[in-house]
């Protein structure tokens, strides 16, 4: 028979914060998710997804060139005082990792393409989980989001931390054919 869901003992990973700001889910993004995505790469291609990740979100924060050595700038304006702050909020480990993506010219093409069903009998489920969930950011709105689309296929612990955002982004999305 079927399985009752109400035996199931479900644990979510992480708590879902729902009030999130885009900056904070960029550092959020980055802090948790991206640089160990970079970090533990098993090949090169994977570890050029996850920099794009993470030079494309530095890039939506206003993290620049110079934005490391501001905090020696005495008299910064507003918004200089902002990318401070940002780059303070990730750890000095972070920042030594991150740091050359304030430079770097990282660029994918987007040549992604969905055959149906996505969900092959012959495919494995992390598999078809980033490929459900690549789906699910090509229906969002978000930058945030969909620079993180090409890393789904390398990490599925990213996949799982996005996907109840992206349904919440769906659901509450303007679009009708999305949802």
């Given at each position: 028979?079927?399985?009752d869901?109400?035996?199931?003992?479900?644990?979510?990973?992480?708590?879902?914060?729902?009030?999130?700001?885009?900056?904070?889910m960029?550092?959020?993004?980055?802090?948790?998710?991206?640089?160990?995505?970079?970090?533990?790469?098993?090949?090169?291609?994977?570890?050029?997804?996850?920099?794009y990740?993470?030079?494309?979100?530095?890039?939506?924060?206003?993290?620049?060139?110079?934005?490391?050595?501001?905090?020696?700038?005495?008299?910064k304006?507003?918004?200089?005082?902002?990318?401070?702050?940002?780059?303070?909020?990730?750890?000095?480990?972070?920042?030594d990792?991150?740091?050359p993506?304030?430079?770097?010219e990282?660029?994918?093409?987007?040549?992604?393409?969905?055959?149906?069903?996505?969900?092959?009998t012959?495919?494995?489920?992390?598999?078809w989980?980033?490929?459900?969930?690549q789906?699910?950011i090509?229906?969002?709105?978000?930058?945030?989001?969909?620079?993180?689309?090409?890393v789904t296929?390398?990490?599925?612990?990213?996949?799982?931390?996005?996907?109840?955002?992206?349904?919440?982004?769906?659901?509450?999305?303007d679009?009708?054919?999305?949802?």
């Amino acid at each position: 028979g079927a399985i009752d869901p109400e035996q199931l003992q479900i644990i979510a990973k992480a708590p879902i914060h729902e009030d999130l700001t885009d900056v904070q889910m960029g550092i959020l993004l980055i802090n948790r998710y991206l640089v160990a995505a970079y970090r533990k790469a098993q090949s090169g291609a994977a570890q050029d997804r996850a920099a794009y990740s993470i030079q494309e979100i530095l890039r939506f924060l206003n993290c620049k060139q110079d934005t490391p050595n501001l905090g020696a700038k005495k008299h910064k304006d507003a918004k200089q005082k902002a990318q401070w702050n940002i780059w303070q909020e990730f750890p000095s480990d972070v920042q030594d990792t991150i740091f050359p993506f304030l430079f770097s010219e990282y660029s994918i093409p987007d040549t992604m393409e969905f055959r149906h069903p996505i969900f092959l009998t012959a495919a494995d489920d992390d598999y078809w989980f980033s490929r459900w969930t690549q789906k699910l950011i090509l229906k969002t709105k978000s930058p945030l989001y969909h620079t993180c689309k090409s890393v789904t296929k390398d990490d599925t612990d990213l996949a799982q931390f996005l996907l109840p955002y992206l349904v919440i982004d769906i659901l509450s999305g303007d679009d009708e054919t999305a949802k």
